[in-house]
């Protein structure tokens, strides 16, 4: 990696964190010179602009998310083991250990571009959201083809279902400071599995 290459990680994985503590809309490249102790010159040479930054900061993260919670999980056996690894990460990754400092970088994104006019940014998070679901349907998948599943369950309904819980789980940890979210939130995914047996 050349140093070059280096410093733009380096400052992508400083923008994620702020990303997820203040949002896009507090992550300019001047907030982001502040923190890094670069030029904004030096900066613009790496983004040429807040969106590119922006973009740049979810691409990063999707490789993160991919990396700590999705490639771990996949090595899990097929099937309901899988699915069971991969909750287990996507619950450490908004608030446990493989977490950035504000939790999920695209739950904080979404609420603040849900409803903005179509941009290269919002875009993007669309791209990569859905993506995100198409990866909790393949991992359900899996368990239906391992037999672990009705054969007629629903793979689509599946990741939305889970989603919802996720969702949930998410409020009520880092809003509601709810000491039971975990375990609610482990009780709702059971109850998911087990209307899905064969």
Request: one cysteine or more; glycine letters at 8%.
């Amino acid at each position: 990696m050349s140093k070059g290459e280096a410093t733009r990680t380096a400052v992508l994985r400083e923008a994620m964190a702020m990303a997820s503590t203040v949002g896009f809309r507090g992550l300019t490249i001047g907030t982001l010179a502040d923190r890094t102790g670069m030029s904004k010159s030096g900066l613009f040479a790496h983004f040429r602009s807040k969106e590119q930054l922006q973009v740049a900061v979810l691409d990063a993260g999707a490789h993160y998310f991919a990396d700590v919670v999705v490639r771990p999980a996949v090595k899990v056996p097929r099937g309901e083991p899988r699915l069971r690894a991969l909750f287990d990460r996507l619950l450490r990754w908004d608030t446990g250990d493989l977490s950035l400092p504000g939790g999920c970088l695209f739950m904080k994104t979404s609420a603040e571009l849900d409803d903005d006019t179509p941009s290269a940014v919002r875009d993007r998070l669309v791209e990569t959201e859905r993506d995100y679901i198409d990866t909790l349907a393949a991992v359900f998948r899996t368990g239906v083809s391992e037999g672990h599943f009705a054969a007629d369950a629903d793979p689509e309904q599946f990741a939305f279902d889970l989603e919802g819980v996720l969702l949930a789980h998410h409020r009520a940890s880092r809003l509601l400071a709810d000491p039971k979210a975990e375990d609610r939130a482990r009780a709702a995914f059971e109850a998911l599995l087990q209307a899905r047996r064969p």
